[in-house]
């Protein structure tokens, strides 16, 4: 029995926790996550401790598990921001408030975000008998002046070795890599264009998986609002690739990283057999998750309805809301059955197997079959009536596509 009501833990989605350290050495001109200077960072870690502390048990009150084997944490998800600059005994002292509140699962996942910058090996080591079982490294380019583009404080050289280290010390290694990046050099003719970008990103993308990793995040660049790569490009400084060179790119990646034995299973994620990501497909699947940290945001069901939790993104406003009233929450709102639906289906064909039919409508999420046959016809859904699939041409039209969707 919840406070809430009747939800039994066997009837609520699999739990996982987020927590978000929003400081970084150095603020990459293209990143608009919610990140701060870490020489901002003046609080002390034992307040850091009782904040994460506080909020955990708020959320718990509001999202208990029960102490049965179906209501604990399956997976935990330290992420940032930069959450290797976090002094290790932090990180273990938050996994075990999360054990001592729900109790943390036995093969729990327990993945940590990483810069090259503050991956030293004996560090590394230290995260991993804090309890980290996954190390995600952002390395972002194996190419020095790709990465001095892009804002980078380290070289490829020392990406390598610390994602070496990670491969030695963690069941799962895994690095991020951003594509389809600036353009330099002298401007070509479209297809030379699109012909030398794709035979440069061949190149990088197979160096990267001689390294044999488990595990691999592809992002294609995106210029997002509010950054330094944002006003470079409105003022013509920053030469982004066309759709047809972004398109390109995303085909020889999928074909590459399929015949290395990493197909995507979701849009920019890859891994090998048993090396999926946990914590994110547990979400993209529906699954709750608890937001905990400045700027996190989390998805929990209360009383049979999934609820959207938003935090104060500032730090130093985060840290003094969860030591004064015991929590950071801006916003604890119960998400519409439209708004579910939208996030459901967009969620689902974001992954390479799709959605079933039956799990949508267990979530409350009917769709229109006029619209599912017209989508299939366009070639943008594949053609199977249990599973909602998009095909390679859909995925890369995806927002096209749920918008007709859900129209
Ligand atoms: C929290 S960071 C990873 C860890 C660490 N902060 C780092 O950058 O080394 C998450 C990832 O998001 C990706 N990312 C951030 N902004 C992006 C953008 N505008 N376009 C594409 N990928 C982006 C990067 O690949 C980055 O590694
Ligand atoms: S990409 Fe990583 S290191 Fe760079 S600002 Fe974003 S979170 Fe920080």
Redo the contacts with the bound molecule.
Sequence with gaps: MTRFGATSAEALPPLGVYIHWPF?TAI?P????N?HGAHKNNAAVTDWQAAYKAELTHAYALRPGGKSEAGKVETVFF??????LMPPHLVAAILADIDALWGLADNAEISL?????SAPRPHLQALRAAGVTRL?????AFDDDALKALG?THSAAEAQEAFLAAQDIFDTAS????YARPVSGPQQNPEQAVEAGCAAWQRELSAALALSPQHM?L??????PD?V?HSRAAQGRLAVPHEDMAAALYEATQRLCTAAGLPAYEISNHAIDGHHCRHNSAIWHGGDYVGIGPGAHGRITIDGRKHASMAHKQPQLWLAACLEDGHGWQSLTALSAQEAAEEAVMLGLRLADGVGVQALVQRGVALDPQKLTALKQDGLLAACDDVVQATDKGRLLLDYMIGRLLA
Excluded: H, K, M, W
């Excluded at 690095?175 to 951003?178: E, G, H, S, T, V």
């Design positions: 970084c990459c293209y990143c608009d996550f990140v992420g940032g921001g930069t959450p290797s975000e990483a810069n090259p910058v995600s490294l952002g390395v972002q980078r690095f991020d890599l951003i995040s992002y294609q660049l995106t210029i997002e950054t790569f």
